[in-house]
């Protein structure tokens, strides 16, 4: 008998483990074929970051993985791609130089990792994204969990939450003109910032909270 992925947020760890798995694969497949950039509102705890996890395998290239499911006996390539994946929950968020700081680290591990120079973080993920095109010869994955928590954490303080959101904004407004560079973007969050200022620039961004 198959045990139960409690608490479990990693799609290889439940393969491997061989854990209960509710097969997503075709629903993953029809978003990755169908679109390009996606948001999805859901509350925490209901599946979003083993969702992201599962999609970043599909771009991992690697097929075996998926022996089983839905996806695997499809037309998909499993072709791999870069993938650039950020969950906004771990980073801190006090304020906004704090904040500022949580993601120009988080985007020096990438460079680190890719060997590429850093920059300021106003680019970084622009270059970033361009760096590992040119390296990789594939358009990039960018995977964005908890997208808002900056902001919740600071819902009664107003101040604080509109300078995190200035931010948040600043960083990922990058993205607008980074069309030719991306293979596929996907938001998730407990709230629908999507609908305010916060991701006005990137007006291709398919709410699919309510689909």
């Known amino acids: ?14 393969i491997d483990g061989n854990y209960v798995y509710a097969d997503k694969t075709q629903y993953i497949y029809n978003l990755l074929t169908n679109g390009k950039c996606y948001f999805l509102s859901r509350p925490r705890r209901f599946g979003k970051s083993l969702l992201l996890d599962t999609i970043a395998e599909v771009f ?49 591990e990438y460079s680190e990792v890719e060997g590429f120079n850093s920059v300021i973080l106003s680019s970084r993920l622009q270059q970033l994204i361009r760096a590992l095109h040119r390296k990789y010869g594939e358009r990039v994955v960018i995977l964005i969990d908890e997208y808002d928590k900056p902001l919740l954490d600071h819902i009664i303080d107003t101040e604080t939450a509109e300078a995190n959101r200035r931010v948040i904004k600043s960083f990922f407004g990058v993205l607008k ?22 991701f006005s620039e990137m007006n291709n961004l398919l ?3 309510l689909m």
């Open 177 to 198: 003109g980074m069309d030719a560079y991306l293979k596929f973007v996907f938001f998730t969050g407990v709230s629908k910032f999507t609908k305010t200022s916060l």
């Open 60 to 108: 991992s290239g690697d097929r075996e993985l998926f022996r089983g499911l839905w996806i695997y006996s499809s037309d998909w390539d499993f072709k791999k791609y870069p993938v650039i994946r950020m969950d906004m929950s771990l980073v801190d968020s006090k304020n906004e130089n704090t904040l500022t700081e949580s993601l120009n680290n988080k985007l020096n």
């Open 1 to 14: 008998m198959k045990k139960l992925p409690v608490g479990i947020q990693t799609f290889r760890e439940i």
């Open 207 to 209: 709410d699919i909270t």
